[in-house]
């Protein structure tokens, strides 16, 4: 189906897959090998008082042939017994809750930096990227599929461990004890073994499909979300809503398929535990009445055998839940391993597992913003530029050249469609322009600047101000770099508010997306972020036209006063917001059709409207 998530369907885990788990674990390498010894032993500590009991049993024995016993018991009483035991058990328990404990600390720990990495990563793919991958599908990787790793990898992967130790503790205890019963054992676990191999490529590809089903369901909840009022208004819920019930039927459709066969998978477990339960029952007959093996034994034995029944079960059964966590981290691999946008430098990233949480990585990322207001005025030239969304798609601007000199106010008018939106974008080079150059500064960027540099200096403010969940100051200054007395003189500046005195408004909560605001405030907040951030070059992106008169005033107002000493580039329908603009580019069609005195452009451009209004 269309609007699922191609899931891989290769039998095999790649191997970018183990190189993200290991390097994931690597800072934590050496207290991981300490608490493993440590909760090896706890194990075979708590699981060896069942050999010691057999010990003790044996030397009660009051047949006329003393039963056997180990030379190292001799002469002990009960009080050494149960002071050993004890002893095992407290030690045992000890060890093993501190295995438990800190190995799922250093396990979250790893998994979460899986996460900071993928999304540090993510935030420098290309923008084609976010255009060709639904919402639901980024999210599905961030909520459900990071959830999944992190549950697994976490205490539950701490009880698997658990579980091999205990299975190689047995082993170890049941030949000490009397190795008879080694054999039906091996025999079980190889039979499992079987059992498992013949039903993992199924599991493994039922859990693929079911994480790929996730995101299309995902994806139109949030698309919903964000549509609700559109949808409402046009009475199209009941068919979203029937849109939605057969996303979800799939995913549960597929969430049914792999529990059965997880269901098939655990049976065949279970007759595998029975049957090792049946040998042990006759070959304890034979062998105690062959006189083979003492009762102590026979106990000892027989109890790790029942309990190594149920640990083999659990052993590959958590070993098949595992892989759903290691799905989620194949998943999350793709990502790691996707390009980076063009003219992203690799330099840090390649040092991404050692920066993360580090003063170093916050500096590093600091450091463009810090460098903005250091950068010196110059011109943005535009030499010729060709661009295009994709190589499969016409041309949205054609062979356009221009000079931006330092200090200029440069209106951007033209029909819809004409490419002022696109210029911006190229400005930003948020896609990659094939022909043609744009030098800042006598600079090109990517071949002679940083690309995250060279974007430090265009500030931009649109028409849909972007606002984010948190406090006032977060959206401000989400990097901290500002004192609070400059983010209220600013404040004031703009007319949010009235007097520097008014502190509290810093730590007052903005809504996702502003929603508790109005266009007005929000455009004023936008604002006072651009006057922050000091970066040369500003630009106006149809700004004025969802606020009122007023706000419209201010706006005007500020690139005449705040950004007197920026360049500014102003998108507007309103052709009354341009007329103090030094010049205008009107553009059609991708090309530029005049450059001219504001007042010149705007003549001939409303002609132009009038004599062709459609």
């Known amino acids: 189906m269309k609007f699922i998530e191609k899931s891989d369907s290769s039998k095999n885990f790649s191997k970018a897959v183990f190189e993200t788990l290991s390097t994931a674990y690597r800072p934590y390498f050496t207290g991981i090998i300490i608490v493993l010894i440590g909760g090896f032993?706890?194990?075979?500590?708590?699981?060896?008082?069942?050999?010691?009991?057999?010990?003790w049993v044996d030397s009660l024995c009051k047949t006329p042939t003393p039963c056997p016993s180990h030379a190292f018991f001799t002469g002990w009483n009960h009080n050494h017994f149960l002071s050993l035991l004890a002893f095992m058990g407290i030690a045992g328990f000890a060890l093993t809750s501190i295995f438990r404990v800190l190995f799922s600390r250093y396990s979250a720990?790893?998994?979460?930096?899986?996460?900071?990495?993928?999304?540090?990563?993510?935030?420098?793919?290309?923008?084609?990227f976010f255009?060709?991958?639904?919402?639901?599908?980024?999210?599905?990787?961030?909520?459900?599929?990071?959830?999944?790793?992190?549950?697994?990898?976490?205490?539950?992967?701490?009880?698997?461990?658990?579980?091999?130790?205990?299975?190689?503790?047995?082993?170890i205890l049941i030949i000490t004890s009397s190795f008879y019963f080694a054999i039906p054992l091996v025999i079980i676990i190889f039979l499992n073994f079987v059992i498992y191999k013949k039903n993992i490529h199924k599991l493994r590809h039922e859990r693929r499909a079911l994480s790929a089903s996730r995101s299309p369901s995902i994806s139109h909840f949030a698309e919903s979300t964000q549509g609700s009022t559109t949808i409402k208004i046009s009475g199209r819920s009941e068919t979203f809503r029937e849109r939605f019930q057969f996303l979800d039927s799939f995913y549960n459709n597929q969430r049914l398929k792999t529990n059965v066969e997880i269901i098939k998978f655990s049976l065949q477990m279970n007759n595998l535990s029975s049957l090792l339960l049946l040998l042990v029952g006759l070959m304890s007959f034979y062998l105690i009445r062959d006189g083979r093996i003492s009762a102590g034994a026979i106990g000892a034995s027989f109890g790790l055998i029942v309990y190594s029944g149920n640990t083999i079960q659990m052993f590959f059964e958590w070993l098949s839940q595992l892989e759903e966590g290691i799905i989620g981290?194949?998943?999350?691999?793709?990502?790691?391993?996707?390009?980076?946008?063009?003219?992203?430098?690799?330099?840090?990233?390649?040092?991404?597992?050692?920066l993360i949480r580090s003063p170093q990585l916050l500096s590093r990322l600091s450091s463009p913003h810090i460098l903005a207001s250091q950068h010196q005025?110059?011109?943005?030239?535009?030499?010729?530029?060709?661009?295009?969304?994709?190589?499969?798609?016409?041309?949205?601007?054609?062979?356009?050249?221009?000079?931006?000199?330092?200090?200029?106010?440069?209106?951007?008018?033209?029909?819809?469609?004409?490419?002022?939106?696109?210029?911006?974008?190229?400005?930003?080079?948020?896609?990659?322009?094939?022909?043609?150059?744009?030098r800042l500064n006598g600079q090109e960027p990517i071949h002679d600047?940083?690309?995250?540099?060279?974007?430090?200096?265009?500030?931009?403010?649109?028409?849909?101000?972007?606002?984010?969940?948190?406090?006032?100051r977060e959206n401000l200054d989400p990097l901290k770099l500002m004192s609070s007395q400059s983010i209220l003189q600013t404040l004031v500046q703009v007319g949010y508010i009235a007097s520097v005195q008014d502190?509290?408004?810093?730590?007052?909560?903005?809504?996702?997306?502003?929603?508790?605001?109005?266009?007005?405030?929000?455009?004023?907040?936008?604002?006072?972020?651009?006057?922050?951030q000091k970066s040369p070059f500003v630009i106006l992106d149809e700004a004025t036209s969802s606020v009122d008169p007023q706000s419209e005033e201010l706006m005007v107002r500020a690139t005449e006063e705040f950004f007197s000493d920026r360049t500014v580039l102003i998108i507007a329908h309103r052709l009354s917001t341009l007329e103090k603009c030094d010049r205008i580019v009107w553009l059609e069609k991708g090309e530029i059709r005049k450059i001219g005195p504001a007042e010149e452009v705007i003549r001939e451009f409303k002609k132009f409207e009038e004599a062709s209004p459609t």
């Open 41 to 55: 032993v706890g194990r075979i500590l708590i699981l060896g008082q069942a050999n010691i009991i057999g010990y």
């Open 109 to 128: 720990y790893a998994v979460s930096s899986i996460y900071d990495w993928v999304t540090f990563k993510t935030s420098r793919f290309p923008i084609r």
């Open 131 to 171: 255009d060709e991958n639904p919402a639901g599908r980024i999210i599905t990787r961030f909520s459900s599929d990071y959830g999944t790793v992190f549950r697994l990898f976490g205490g539950p992967l701490a009880e698997f461990i658990s579980i091999i130790f205990d299975l190689i503790c047995i082993l």
């Open 329 to 354: 981290v194949e998943r999350l691999s793709q990502y790691l391993n996707k390009d980076l946008e063009h003219g992203q430098k690799n330099d840090y990233l390649n040092q991404l597992p050692e």
């Open 377 to 438: 005025q110059g011109d943005l030239v535009l030499d010729n530029l060709w661009f295009r969304y994709s190589t499969e798609l016409p041309w949205v601007l054609k062979g356009i050249s221009l000079k931006i000199n330092h200090g200029e106010k440069i209106g951007i008018i033209g029909r819809t469609g004409s490419g002022k939106t696109s210029l911006i974008q190229s400005l930003f080079i948020l896609y990659p322009y094939e022909k043609g150059h744009i």
């Open 449 to 472: 600047i940083d690309l995250t540099i060279y974007r430090s200096h265009f500030s931009y403010i649109s028409q849909d101000p972007v606002l984010f969940q948190g406090s006032l």
């Open 503 to 532: 502190t509290a408004v810093l730590d007052s909560r903005i809504e996702e997306r502003g929603k508790n605001l109005s266009v007005g405030e929000k455009q004023l907040l936008c604002l006072a972020r651009t006057l922050l």
